[in-house]
Each structure stands twice: as C-alpha cells, then as structure tokens.
Nanobody
Framework: VQLQASGGGLVQAGGSLRLSCAASGRISPINTMGWHRQAPGTQREQIATITYYGTTTYADSVKGRFTISRDNTKNTIYLQMNSLMPEDTAVYYC?????????WGQGTQVTVSS
C-alpha cells in the first residue's frame, strides 16, 4: 500500500488550501484514513479522520475550519483547509489504517504567513 499526498504550499493567513492523498495497492474497504500534522519541535498530531462510510472526527484545533472528505472510487481523501492561521504551519501527513496495519504518506509542507 502506498499513499501520495499533495497540495501543500505557502498561503497567507485567512487563506485556504486543499490537500489530497491518494492510496494505491491492496486496500480493504474496511479502513479509516486521516490527516496528521507535525510542526518543528512538536509531536505529530492527528487532526481529522474519515471512515470508508464517511464518519468523521476532528481535533478541536481545526474543527469548524477544516473539512475531511473522501472519494472511495479513487481511494483518495481530501482536506479542505479554510481560515488558515500561522499556527497551522506544519508538515501534513495522511495515513490509512486497515486490519492491524497503518500506512503513511510522505508528507506535504503547509506554511501560513502572517
């Protein structure tokens, strides 16, 4: 299983970005995908998850600003990020969990300037 994340970049505070993460390989329909982020000097933080059937969870830090979604026909998840703040600056990672395994994407940098 491989995950390819894309869509990061530099944006001004208050702006928006949309991240994508495409999974490939042998993927069970019983899976959960999610987004995490890690800023320099901090631990990786889970910020949003979505099950195959569309059930979502959000960290309090992004609730109301970020929206996770998925297209099961493409094994792809998205993270729409609105009202971005400088503290959202981090490397964003996607993951896929199925059975007893967890797979990670390579990370994409998001930088929000003030």
């Amino acid at each position: 299983v491989q995950l390819q994340a894309s869509g990061g970049g530099l944006v001004q505070a208050g702006g928006s970005l949309r991240l994508s993460c495409a999974a490939s390989g042998r993927i069970s329909p019983i899976n959960t995908m999610g987004w995490h982020r890690q800023a320099p000097g901090t631990q990786r933080e889970q910020i949003a998850t979505i099950t195959y059937y569309g059930t979502t969870t959000y960290a309090d830090s992004v609730k109301g600003r970020f929206t996770i979604s998925r297209d099961n026909t493409k094994n792809t998840i998205y993270l729409q990020m609105n009202s971005l703040m400088p503290e959202d600056t981090a490397v964003y990672y996607c993951d896929l969990r199925m059975a007893r395994s967890q797979y990670w994407g390579q990370g994409t940098q998001v930088t929000v300037s003030s």
